[in-house]
Structures are given as C-alpha cells and as structure tokens.
C-alpha cells in the first residue's frame, strides 16, 4: 500500500509485528443500535485492548521499528492518557527504558495505570499545566539526551498500527459501507482511511470530533493543519490544538463528512452505554456512536461499524458526566433568583414555583442587609422539557426576578 507521500505506509507489515502483542478485539453487532436506525450497526470495542484503546498498536509498531541504538538510548513521550499507557507497555515488553512526561495536573489513577503498564522501565516526569507545556520539555529532554520522541499520532509507524483496526474490521465484516471514526490528532483515521480506501473504496469514512475541539474540520476547511486558540479538553483522548502534518495529508481526500459532537451528547452516550450495555467508554470512545443521529445520510440498510476507540474512564468523572448530560439533555437548569428580603419569600417560591416532579439539587444564598432583594443561585433538575417549559411559565406569571444561568456561557462557567 503506497501514498503519493515520499514514505510508505504497509499497515500489513505492522499487522504482522502487533498479532503477538495486542488482542484482535471484538466487532460486535448492536442490536439495538441497528434496529434504531434500520442498519446492521457493529462496534470495533477498542477499549477492550490490552491497555483500553487502540493507542497501543501505532506506540509499539513505532517503538519495535527503532534501531539498536535508539534502544539502547532510551525513548521519551509526552501524554496524559491512552498513548502513554501504550508507550509504557511497549517498553515493558522490548525492554526499553522509556521517560514518559505527564502535565503536573494529571489525575493519580492515570499515573498509576501508566506505571502499572511500564514497571521498571519507565520514568513518570510531571510537568507543567497543560500538555503543550509538558510536550515541549519532552521534546527538549529527548534532544538534550539524544533519544527518540515517541509522538502520539503524526508518525507513519503509528499510523502503520492505528491502521490495523480497519484490517481487522474488514477481516470480520468484508462488505461495510460507513465506518466512524473518532478524530484527535489524525493518527487513527489516517491508518483507518489509508487501509479502507485502498482494500475497499466505497466504504464511507465519516470522521467525527467533539464540538469543543474541531482541529480536523478547521483543517479540512483552511486546506492545511491550523492551531486552534482554544479547546475544550472534556474528551480528553480527542480534543488536540492541531492536527497532524502527516496524518492531514492522508486524511484530506478521504473524509467524505466530519461530524462535531456536543460535549453534552457525548457524556448522554457514556451514560447509555455503561447502563444499557455495560460498556465503560471514555469520552472519545463514546464519539462514533453519539455522532449517529447527527449523520447526514441514511443509513438504513447499510453495513456501519462505530470504532469504540477506549475505555479509559477515571470513576471520579462521573459526576460532571451526568452533569453534562443532564445539562444537555435540557433536564438541568441553574437560575439566580432574587428573592425579596422578607420571611417566607423562599417558602413561596417552593410552594408556588416548584412543579410536583421539580427537585432543587443546588442552593447557595446570600443575605444582604439593607437590599430589597438577596440573590440566590438555585439549580432545578426537571423530568422533562415540558415541566422545565412549565417552570418558567409559573415563574414569569408569579413575577419572580430571576437570570437563567445556563444561557449566560461566562457566567455558567464562573458560577458552575
């Protein structure tokens, strides 16, 4: 398989070095999913792999194709998640010694997976607050020491091994028509695109990425890879400030349609899988299939395949996922009222105000001596959008000075 590129990339040669190493991980067919849209819809279940996502193949197909020397050297990696999880396995199973930085404020459970993964043949730095900042000490320790950068996706080797889920799906399910794909920095769309397009050019490649983070679709329409000023970081495994150089070009004419996901649709998936099908997805593993409803076409009849891209998910994010979710589906409402300073005033709006299904789950009040009125911020979780609709009808009717938060984005942000 040769580009037009002044590399090749033979993702049946890194097929043959993973078969040893990683788990050829199940696609499975959803019923519910297919019967939901009148297609035969599979899942690629990435977070079944040996460290929970795919990360693993294009870190190992790199870090094996290194000569002795570089071994020898040592390597170094800057990730908070799933690549680095891959790296240390790597050096584990090639007996590498690997340096991994991590931002200063990664959570401990992912700390301890990555060390669980490497053992002994890693080093956890901690650096920085963000990720461009612990990226830029890697790249500085990897020259200043004379080893090589492992980099998360923008590499032909990774891309090589991120291109093995698209044989192993063809290998299962010759005859696709649409495959989702979750996009971050590319790596796992290019070996996606590359492999299908080549193996079998009708299939559709739909890519998707969160709302917060379009780095491919702002690639895609300035005709080249662009910094963006600012990202949300929710979907943590899929949100990157640009794309990469590499992956860009073999993407770029392979995408037929990019699909951005709201945060809040993305964290309603998570909650629907884990409680309808005991998946455990991560953000980013949850893309492809929130992205469903939001697909242009039809899809009825049609052979779809959803890349769960993995299951990383720290158990203490699962408050703000039911947030974002509850948020999103429009059954969560945050208000600043402000009630006349006088007794019974918030007895009133309980009793008058609230509907029978209504539940006040946040309430912060602040008396203000010699004010008319005190604001309060209140947060109202609802049944459905018509008690929210009714809500703020007995509102309006009864007079009540309030602010809907969740309308105000600065706002919300510094309040919630």
């Known amino acids: ?149 492992i980099p998360p996706f923008d590499h032909q080797k990774v891309i090589e091994g991120q291109g093995t889920v698209a044989l192993e799906i063809f290998q299962e399910q010759p005859n696709v028509d649409v495959i989702f794909v979750p996009i971050g920095g590319g790596g796992l769309c290019a070996g996606v695109s590359h492999y299908t397009k080549t193996f079998s050019p009708k299939t559709k490649i739909v890519g998707v990425e969160p709302q917060g983070a379009p780095s491919m679709k702002s690639a895609l329409e300035a005709g080249r890879p662009v910094i963006l000023e600012r990202i949300q970081n929710f979907v943590d495994g899929a949100s990157v400030k640009k794309v990469g150089d590499i992956t860009f070009e073999v993407c770029k004419d392979a995408i037929e349609e990019m699909i951005l996901v709201p945060e809040g649709k993305v964290s309603s998936t998570i909650l629907q899988l884990y409680n309808e099908d005991a998946i455990v997805a991560e953000p980013a593993g949850a893309l492809t299939i929130a992205s469903l409803d939001l697909y242009t076409e039809d899809l009825k009849g049609k052979n779809v395949v959803c890349i769960v891209s993995g299951g990383n998910n720290d158990i203490d994010r699962m408050q703000e996922i039911k947030e974002r979710s509850l948020l999103h589906e429009g059954l969560k409402h945050y208000f600043i009222v402000r009630f006349a300073q006088r007794p019974g005033a918030l007895k009133e709006f309980v009793n008058n105000i609230l509907g029978p299904d209504d539940d006040i789950v946040r309430f912060e009040f602040i008396q203000k001596h010699n004010k008319e009125t005190g604001p309060a911020l209140i947060g109202i979780e609802v049944k459905s959008q018509d008690d929210f609709n009714s809500l703020i009808e007995r509102m309006d009717n009864g007079e009540i000075n309030y602010t809907l938060v969740n309308q105000h984005e600065n706002l919300f942000e510094y309040l919630i």
């Open 1 to 149: 398989m040769k580009t037009t590129q002044p590399y090749t990339i033979d993702i049946d040669a890194a097929h043959e070095v993973l078969q040893k190493v990683v788990i050829k991980t199940p696609l499975q067919f959803h019923r519910k999913l297919s019967e939901k849209y009148g297609c035969n819809l599979y899942l690629k279940r990435e977070d079944l792999q040996v460290v929970r996502s795919y990360k693993i193949r294009g870190a190992y197909n790199l870090i094996q194709s290194l000569t002795a020397d570089q071994r020898a050297n040592g390597i170094v990696c800057a990730s908070a998640g799933n690549h680095a999880q891959g790296v240390a396995f790597a050096c584990r199973e090639l007996s590498i010694h690997g340096v991994i930085y991590m931002p200063a404020i990664t959570p401990k459970q992912k700390i301890n997976q990555v060390k669980m993964f490497g053992g002994s043949n890693i080093e956890i730095v901690l650096v920085g607050d963000t990720f461009d900042e612990c990226q830029q000490q890697a790249v500085a320790h990897a020259k200043e020491h004379n080893k090589a950068f």
